[in-house]
């Protein structure tokens, strides 16, 4: 469906339009010389241009916060922008993929808030531009683009995604066994919505699953990344603005239906170079239950140890989950603990090193605030459930209780005192409460490219010198493609 707009605005849209065309054109040429001389070249050329795909999202978002990060500050930013993403045909396997991304602060008299526009109050950035083979369920990937792992990822809770730059390869081994995968099945993921701030990412309702097994394996070796919070690609990382050498990681994820139920399982490594190597396991079982209503069990574990430099010194951590609940027709509910043992004498006593994610929901426990990564060690407990009203509406909400070992009062990311602590004294096994509750509608009918989604995320601690920090994002995105 295409957007509505006056005259000029479709005058921009076809410029724009014909030059992501020929840069696109002029990226995939050098992929190509090798076929250059083959009868009908150009004609292939010519059918790759014109199957390509434009799409991408208006953005229309009002974040605000009140006492944020409890220091009696309330802020707020309105802004209005977007993606534009162009996806080529492709030429002998060979496809390119570009994706600009934009953020525009709107003026509403209070102090801006610069998570969501940054300090200049605008945020424009090319988050994504690569080559692309692809053969079969194998494909190959170089350059800017978004990736989808659980201690790397977009996470678009602000317009602009965390996007890496560096190769990335996936493929599913079990057609090459005689395995016939699930239809759609190793597709590559493009330029996705936004990652659940609650982990309701990590729940599959029932009969998701196909009957036929799907495996994929997944690497990466990444050299720089953009935060959500910049539009600069870096060398660094959330810990340093000094040069680092990136990070690479291997994983795999399983997914069946078997006759007693569903199983889903996902294994990673990475090695944060001269950071950590970090170690994650995830397995989930739905068994079958009465009517449409299917008990499930789910465990993860994280590990991590040093790596090379240790350039935040030794690094010892430990997380273990448990999930337990019920998934039914258009929703689940559930029961989620996480535990993060003490290692005195490492980084923050057995705190997580995790370079390039942050609150994305990979952990059980995870809010839209405050999660183990952040704050342990420690250990947190609560319950979380999603419904989906209709086809149309899905409410969720979190109620979560954290005991940290050595408290800051939420997220702690400066990293220049002992051990990897912010400068101060923390709060020994400081009590922490989070509060999510969030709201999305799909349209339907003439308007049924826009949703409209509200998430409201409360926190508070014990010692809290001016009470609840709440953090309330409003968004209103209308998906568009020609």
Known sequence: MSPSGGGAARSWT???????????????????????QEEGFAARVGRAIAASQIHGHLRLYDYGRLNDEGTAVDDNALAVGGDILLDTGSVAGFAAGLGFYTANNIPTGLAVNEVLVGPQHHLHALAEAFLQYRRGSFSIRGGRQLIDTPWARQDMFTMLPRAF?????????????????????????????????????????????????????????????????DDRFTSGNRYTTSPTNGFVTVGARY???????????????????????????????TA?????????????????????ADRLGAVHARIYGALVGLAFAGGHVTLVGN??????????????????????????????????ADVGPGYAYGVKTA??????????????????????????????????FPRGEPVRNQEQWAVDAGVVYHFTGALEALTIEDHVGVRDFEGSPHGAFIDNRLACIYAFSF
Request: charged share 15%; glycine share 12%.
């Open 339 to 372: 535990y993060s043992p003490e290692r005195f004498g490492t980084f923050r006593h057995g705190g997580l090193v995790h370079p390039y994610n942050d609150l994305s929901g990979t952990l059980f426990t995870d809010t839209m605030n405050n999660g183990i």
């Open 165 to 229: 730059s560096g190769f990335a390869a996936s493929i599913d081994p079990l057609p090459l066994l005689g395995v016939v995968p699930p239809k759609g099945a190793g597709a590559a993921r493009r330029s996705g919505h936004r990652v659940n701030p609650s982990g309701a990412e990590h729940l599959h309702p029932a009969g998701a699953a196909e009957h036929r097994p799907h495996l994929s394996l997944f690497a990466a070796r990444m050299f720089r990344y953009e935060s959500r919070f």
């Open 288 to 308: 079958p239950g009465p009517s449409s209503v299917t008990p499930l069990v789910a465990g993860q574990l994280v590990s991590e140890s040093g790596s090379g």
């Open 14 to 36: 076809s410029r724009a339009v014909r030059r992501l065309l020929v840069v696109s054109a002029v990226c995939c040429f050098p992929c190509s010389l090798p076929f250059a």
């Open 387 to 420: 419904y989906g009203v209709s086809g149309d509406l899905t409410l969720s909400a979190a109620v979560v209780r954290y005991r940290v070992r050595y408290g800051f009062g939420g997220a702690a990311y400066p990293v220049d005192g002992p051990y990897g």
């Open 255 to 285: 997914h069946q239906t078997i006759s007693k139920g569903q199983v889903r399982a996902e294994a990673w490594y990475y090695d944060f170079y001269d950071f950590a190597r970090l170690g994650y396991l995830e397995a989930r079982y």
